[in-house]
């Protein structure tokens, strides 16, 4: 007060100062998040994809043959190849065209008593779910830390131009 000082005082400064730290700490929270929840799950839920898209690939070999025809297409390998794909979107997709060909065509299913060997379409569509809400919740959280980003990019936005004030004001 005894400077002349009005709008940026040392209040008002340690104000946006406290709530740049606390837009720092917690995107600094979220980010440390993704590597204890986020990606285990997925890389989980991809694994498990991986596995049943091979099971399904020898499997379905008997009914469709050997090498890439058509009605592998209706199968959901596209592209003129049995490989499994490359991305984690493509199997994704994959094993849910899986389910929809199991589910059409029973014959072609081979459960069995131990799960890990079972190539159905309500195992194709679970492991579907499972990859589907991982990669979900992956993106979620990574909008999330992006939400955290900007919050506090704002934050230090605001505390540098508070800063200015007052230099101004000085």
């Known amino acids: 007060a005894s400077l002349g000082i009005k709008q940026n005082t040392s209040e008002a400064i340690l104000a946006d100062l406290q709530a740049a730290r606390d837009a720092q700490r917690d995107l600094h929270s979220a980010l440390g998040e993704r590597t204890t929840e986020v990606t285990p799950a997925q890389r989980e839920a ?21 090498q890439w025809n058509q009605a592998w297409s209706q199968a959901g390998f596209v592209n003129h190849s049995l490989k ?9 997709a994959l094993l849910k ?12 299913e081979n459960p069995s008593t ?9 195992r194709a569509s679970s492991i579907h779910e499972a990859l589907s809400d991982a990669r979900s919740a992956a993106m979620a959280h990574r909008a999330e830390q992006q939400r955290l ?3 506090r990019d704002a934050a230090v936005s605001q505390l540098r131009k508070r800063l200015r004030g007052a230099i101004s004001e000085l």
């Open 97 to 108: 065209s899986l389910a929809e060909y199991l589910a059409a065509h029973p014959a072609h």
């Open 114 to 122: 131990q799960v890990k060997l079972e190539m159905t379409a309500a």
């Open 46 to 66: 991809d694994k498990a994809g991986r596995a049943f898209i091979l099971q399904a690939k020898n499997g379905l070999k008997i009914h469709l043959g050997d």
């Open 149 to 151: 980003r900007e919050v």
């Open 84 to 92: 499994t794909p490359r991305t984690l979107p493509e199997r994704e």
